[in-house]
T-cell receptor
Framework: SQQGEEDPQALSIQEGENATMNCSYK?????LQWYRQNSGRGLVHLIL?????REKHSGRLRVTLDTSKKSSSLLITASRAADTASYFC???????????FGRGTSLIVHP | NAGVTQTPKFRVLKTGQSMTLLCAQD?????MYWYRQDPGMGLRLIHY???????AKGEVPDGYNVSRLKKQNFLLGLESAAPSQTSVYFC?????????FGPGTRLTVT
């Protein structure tokens, strides 16, 4: 069963625009991760945010976490064609290192 | 470092045939995982290992077996392949929450 659910399922924007995708989950977590998957490739870790954090930045990425709403958002600023990929959230809970992945958001950035 | 590698990259099997997928990592990670990815389903955990000689079932273990005889290798076996096992298989490894993924194996069962 999926813990995190990404929204929207698909997003199409122009280069230079910002892209925002959201992840909602159902049970309490101790961390949430975002991964990127380029077509035909494995997933690549982008960022991890812990349950006691509200916001993290990494380059053009900004991740927020609202534990009261059980949701997270990933913002990619000034998007590039190379950002075209699927983005997955993965939630972690309890004492396990095993995350539960959502179904992903497919992002297309048009040049 | 090569990171996480998977062998083979592609395979076509007939129903009932068996095969083994090999995953190798050179990062000395304790944890290793096998996932399958199907359209619209995201990643589903098949089996995982928390250290050499250990294995445990994930979300969708039926029809698969695994072994972790060496710390750097994690093998996924299909004893009698079924069309429902057509999928892309990913191996991953980690020391903590951040997972490192291999490039995937695309398996088709006819």
């Amino acid at each position: 069963s999926q813990q995190g659910e990404e929204d929207p399922q698909a997003l199409s924007i122009q280069e230079g625009e910002n892209a925002t995708m959201n992840c909602s989950y159902k049970t309490s977590i101790n961390n949430l991760q975002w991964y990127r998957q380029n077509s035909g490739r494995g997933l690549v870790h982008l960022i991890l945010i812990r349950s006691n954090e509200r916001e993290k930045h990494s380059g053009r990425l900004r991740v927020t976490l609202d534990t009261s709403k059980k949701s997270s958002s990933l913002l990619i600023t000034a998007s590039r064609a190379a950002d075209t990929a699927s983005y997955f959230c993965a939630t972690g809970s309890g004492g396990s290192y095993i995350p539960t992945f959502g179904r992903g958001t497919s992002l297309i950035v048009h040049p | 470092n090569a990171g996480v590698t998977q062998t083979p990259k592609f395979r076509v099997l007939k129903t009932g045939q068996s095969m083994t997928l090999l995953c190798a990592q050179d990062m000395n990670h304790e944890y290793m995982y096998w996932y399958r990815q199907d359209p619209g389903m995201g990643l589903r955990l098949i089996h995982y290992s928390v250290g050499e000689g250990t294995t445990a079932k994930g979300e969708v273990p039926d029809g698969y077996n695994v072994s972790r005889l060496k710390k750097q290798n994690f093998l996924l076996g299909l004893e009698s392949a079924a069309p429902s096992q057509t999928s892309v298989y990913f191996c991953a490894s980690s020391t903590d929450y951040e997972q490192y993924f291999g490039p995937g194996t695309r398996l088709t069962v006819t």
